[in-house]
């Protein structure tokens, strides 16, 4: 079941809904998600408290997002707001 994300005063938001499988996940996401942020770092600190873990895809050590993986595995990038 989608539910809508509640509204913003004026606005309104897309809602994403993940559901947890019981496969495990082959070969690269066929979805992988840039979220923006002011912080990358304290949002990235914040998904791994509610259980992400960091990825290591190749990144160079200097790299201005943060790569993480949910905890099925599916990669996704923090990326600082433009």
Known sequence: MCEEAPEDPGERVPALVFWRTRNPRRGKNRLHMDLRGREPAAEAERLIA???SHAD??????????????????????????
């Open 57 to 82: 895809v190749g990144q160079s050590g200097d790299a201005a997002w943060v790569v993480l993986a949910d905890p099925e595995g599916n990669e996704l990038c923090i990326q600082p707001h433009d």
């Open 50 to 52: 509610l259980g992400a």
